[in-house]
Every structure is written in C-alpha cells, then in structure tokens.
C-alpha cells in the first residue's frame, strides 16, 4: 500500500472507532476485509490509528474536524510529508483538502489531550508533573522485559535476543529490565520469550514487585492474578515461595499455567482461595489511566460513572482480601492508575474502614520514569 492508501485506511478505521468500535475490533475488521494488505501494511496502520487516539483532541483541532479524515489531516499536518502528497485524490488516495480544510487555523496551545471531565482529577493527582505526564501519554509506550533470573542472566538475555534480531538496552532502574530498542513486534516468537528467558512486562509493575520483601516458604497469594504477571514475577524473584493466584474469572487466567512452565515456576490456581496468606497482591480492575499510551481509545471512553463504580469495586475487593492475611501479613495493593480516587485515596478509605492495617510503603510511578503509570501500597495487618 502507498503512504496515502495507507492514511485512507486509518480514516476508514478512525470513523468506526469514533462511532463507537473498539480500536482493536476495528483494526481486526478492516485487516479480514483486506486481504490485500501485507503485514507490514498492518502494523503502519496500528500506528496510525493509535497514534492518533493518543493525540485525538489536538490533531482534531490542526485537522479541522474531529472525524476520521479531520485527525488524518491533522497528523499529516503535524508529521508531514505534506498534504498536497499525500490528499491528492489518485488512486487509493484521500479526496484533495477543501477550502475550509485548507484553511484551518489551530488553536494556540493546541489541546492537552485529556478528557475534559477528567482534567481536575488529573491535576489534582499529578501537580506541576501534569501537563508532563499528559503529554507523555500522547507517546508510544517503549515495550519492556523482565528477565527472569532463574533462568538467564541480563546479559545472556540480551544475548539470545540479539541472535533473534531485537536490540535491548538495560534500564537504569532495576537490574533485571530491559527495554527494547528495535525489533519489539519480533518478542513474541523469539526463542528468549518462548524459552522463558524473558517475560513481557511494563518497567513500572516490575519496580513495584522489587519493592515487596520476599522470602523462602512465603505464603503469596495474587488475588486479581489475571495473566499472572504479578504471580510469575514473584516467583521468579524468589523461587522458595508457595505462589498462588485466584482471578474472579478463572478464564482470565488461562495463559498463566503455560507461562509457569515457560518460566520454570510453580503457581498454584485457587478458584477459591483457602486458607491465609503472608502476602496477598490486590493488583485491581482500574480505569488503567497509567496505560494510556498502550490503550488509547481507553482514554476516550472512560467515563466518570465508570470510574466511581471502579473505585466501589476495588474497595469491596480490598475489604475481601483483608480477611485472607495472616497475622502480620502483608497486603500489596496495586493499580495502573495515575488517579489519586483510585490510589491514594482509596487506601486512605481502607485504613479508616480497618485500623488494624498500617501503611508501611506507597509509590507511584509516571510514564516520566520511563514505564507505564503505576501505583502501589504496602499495608501491614497488625
Ligand atoms: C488489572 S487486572 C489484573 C492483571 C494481572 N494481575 C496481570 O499482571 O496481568 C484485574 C483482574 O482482576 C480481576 N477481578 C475483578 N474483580 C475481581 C474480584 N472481585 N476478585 C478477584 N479478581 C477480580 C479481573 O478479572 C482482572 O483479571
């Protein structure tokens, strides 16, 4: 496909997605009606959709409109080549701008991308780093591995991949991440991945697991286990431990007992958690405000209701979870949310509800710091 047949696809898949389609329904249903399409078409369209959700408010506004062809305008606009190469008409190509388009005058300052409801609560939580953070997330998300020390090394790590064609670098951060430079679509078929030498997992929820002190013959229960990847990067830290996760829907966690047995770790799966626990991880459902970058439609359909029915829901799992530790145990809550209702917040209203619990760490991590918006509490029982 030509660069301009290309934009003509974005516009097709934006319309759908701005009339209500999820992004990744939409991608997948243009991708079975173009068969045509190679696989490097597909992926430049993926980021062309994507990255205009991530700007949709301020390439609306350079565009003219916000429509499909307004953010494709836009993105030309802001990117190049020029729109007289790219709007010509010809071919596959979009229909030549008119007048009015032409003649679009954009805001100064162009919009800051956020939701307009959300923007207090944003500021609210972020302080002088909100316009920072909310920029950020107009970027693409850097992909992160963790590697998993019971079987490689970072080095030999880094090694395999090369061999595999992607290019790692070591994150300042913590030892055992790495951040992809080149050949991120390749991770998932790379022997590295597939001989669980290395997991797929955002810089942020890896710094937060380095946090928790762990020991041999603990008892870890990951509670909203999902994937599993809180489960898998704890038993990987300390292989001693007796780790098991419970999802509400046990169909979440379907993927985790092949990425045990990538990663060479034993994680038991509770339906129903028995018994209690010396660390349970309440990594909760949120409205996942740290992941924009990754999701970005997610941005745009999030609404205020939502999120107060996602702060009532991860009280009432807070309140569950504090009946399964044991004496002295420790419960690590854990969110991908920069929103103080979801975080902060929130743990406040737990403390009140349970004084029996005390809060002995809280960190929260921005897409500043080079991973995905993250949050985490450490709240000892006793
Ligand atoms: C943020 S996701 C977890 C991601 C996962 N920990 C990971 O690292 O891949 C939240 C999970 O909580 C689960 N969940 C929702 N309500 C729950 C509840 N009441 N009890 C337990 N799990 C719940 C959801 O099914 C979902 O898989």
Redesign the pocket.
């Known amino acids: 496909m030509t660069p301009a047949a290309r934009i003509s696809a974005a516009i097709t898949v934006l319309d759908q997605i701005l009339a209500g389609s999820p992004a990744e329904q939409a991608l997948l249903r243009w991708s079975r009606a173009s068969r045509f399409a190679g696989s490097g078409d597909r992926a430049a369209l993926r980021d062309l959709v994507f990255g205009a959700l991530r700007q949709r408010d301020s390439l609306a506004a350079l565009g003219g409109g916000l429509t499909g062809r307004g953010l494709m305008i836009g993105h030309v606009r802001q990117s190049g080549p020029s729109l007289d190469a790219i709007f010509t008409g010809e071919g596959h190509a979009p229909s030549p701008l008119t007048e009015a388009e032409a003649a679009v005058v954009p805001p100064d300052p162009l919009p800051d991308d956020l939701p307009d409801w959300l923007r207090p609560a944003w500021r609210q939580a972020l302080g002088d780093q909100a316009d920072a953070v909310a920029l950020a997330m107009t970027q693409r998300a850097p992909v992160w591995l963790r590697v998993n020390g019971s079987r490689a090394t970072p080095e030999q790590a880094a090694a395999v991949l090369a061999a595999d064609g992607i290019t790692v670098e070591a994150a300042p951060q913590l030892a055992s991440a790495l951040r992809v430079v080149s050949g991120d679509r390749l991770v998932a078929r790379s022997s590295a991945y597939l001989d669980g030498l290395v997991e797929l ?1 955002d810089l942020s ?1 890896q710094m937060a697991c380095a946090r928790l002190s762990l020991a041999p013959g603990l008892r870890v229960l ?12 704890l038993a990987a830290r300390q292989p001693g431990m007796q780790v098991s996760a ?4 046990p169909a ?2 379907a993927d985790l007992p092949a990425r045990a047995a990538r990663a060479g770790a034993k994680v038991q799966i509770q339906t129903q958690p028995r018994g209690t626990f010396d660390l349970v ?6 409205s ?1 405000s740290g992941t924009w970058r990754r999701t970005p439609d997610a941005k745009w359909r999030l609404t205020a209701a939502q999120l107060s029915d996602l702060v009532a ?1 991860q009280a ?2 807070l309140d ?1 979870v504090a009946a399964l530790l044991a004496p002295g145990g420790l419960l690590a809550y ?3 949310s920069v929103l103080e209702a979801e975080n902060g917040d929130q743990v406040d209203a737990f403390l009140s509800r349970h004084p029996g619990f005390r809060r002995i760490d809280q960190q929260a991590w921005t897409p500043l710091t080079g991973g995905d918006g993250f949050f985490l509490a450490q709240l000892r029982q006793g």
């Open positions: 997992q929820p990951d509670y909203c286990a999902g994937g599993g990847g809180k489960a898998l990067a419970h999802d509400v829907a979440r966690m991880v309440a990594d909760v459902p949120c996942g829901l009432r799992i569950q854990m969110t991908c």
